[in-house]
């Protein structure tokens, strides 16, 4: 076991269709929850690594590359001065997340965070020596980023929230 209770070996059954079904509906209460209460619940995660050192956790809309239906999807985050910065971990699974995937078709969205909604910003992956730097950072914020990276054989995504007007 990890420091913070996750097993450091990949658990079995993490790329099961259940999984994603779990973290689907999930998602589902966080985002109504947020929404409800303008994120005095729902704005922090409180699992893993979140349970002894709570994380801060925003919505993001995004727009379905293919259907053209919009979307919201709660998440970690990381402030970096204006910018915000959110990580496409899917909790080690296999593949990238559909919003990762959305964004890259659409960069243009809104994030809320806690007592703020709409903000207006632009999504663009982190470079390679943008990602060398943040991704120490946000382990700092959720030790159990690196777990998840060693549980899969892609790369996992850094992705900059940038401030538009």
Do not use: C
């Amino acid at each position: 076991m990890s420091p913070m209770g996750l097993p450091k070996e990949k658990p079995e059954g993490l790329d099961k269709p259940m999984v994603g079904t779990i973290i689907k509906y999930g998602a589902k209460a966080n985002v109504a929850v947020f929404r409800l209460t303008n994120g005095r619940i729902g704005s922090k995660w409180r699992i893993g690594a979140g349970w002894k050192q709570p994380v801060p956790m925003l919505l993001l809309d995004h727009v379905g590359r293919r259907s053209g239906k919009e979307f919201t999807t709660p998440l970690l985050y990381m402030r970096d001065g204006r910018d915000v910065v959110v990580v496409g971990s899917q909790g080690g699974l296999p593949k990238h997340p559909q919003w990762y995937h959305n964004l890259r078709a659409h960069p243009d969205t809104t994030i809320h965070l806690k007592g703020e909604r709409g903000r207006r910003v632009r999504a663009r992956v982190a470079d390679a020596e943008e990602r060398a730097a943040l991704w120490p950072r946000l382990v700092d914020v959720y030790a159990d980023f690196d777990n998840y990276q060693s549980w899969t054989d892609r790369e996992i995504p850094v992705v900059i929230l940038e401030p538009r007007a």
